[in-house]
């Protein structure tokens, strides 16, 4: 059993960066893939970003490429989501998700978080 647990949003201005992060308790942390998404007010949810369960190999949706970089620390159990050049766009709750392979399609995850609010502001 895994569950996400996110931190790190709040209130920022456009160009600001915020660093979430997503504290899974279970030993098995290593060998899940960990993904963000995020949903605006009104949208679908989206695909942020995703890292394997080594670390290797990341993943990132348009809209985030070369802004956000996703991250992870085994001994910590925790996945991090550094978010830089924010814009008002970026507004949404983010959500983690565990699963166990690197996909865009949320119905690949399993486990999810709470979700945290990120608000930037123009």
């Known amino acids: 059993q895994v569950q996400p647990v996110e931190a790190g949003g709040g209130l920022v201005q456009t160009g600001g960066s915020l660093r979430l992060s997503c504290a899974a308790a279970t030993r098995t942390f290593t060998t899940y893939t960990m993904a963000w998404f995020r949903q605006a007010p009104g949208k679908e949810r989206e695909f942020v970003a995703a890292?394997?369960?080594?670390?290797?190999?990341?993943y990132y949706g348009d809209p985030v490429k070369g802004r956000f970089v996703i991250s992870r620390d085994g001994t910590k159990n925790t996945a991090y989501l550094q978010m830089n050049s924010l814009k008002p766009e970026d507004t949404a709750v983010y959500y983690c998700a565990a699963g166990n392979i690197a996909h865009p399609t949320e119905s690949r995850y399993t486990y999810w978080g709470q979700g945290t609010q990120v608000t930037v502001s123009s």
């Open positions: 890292i394997n369960w080594s670390g290797e190999n990341t």
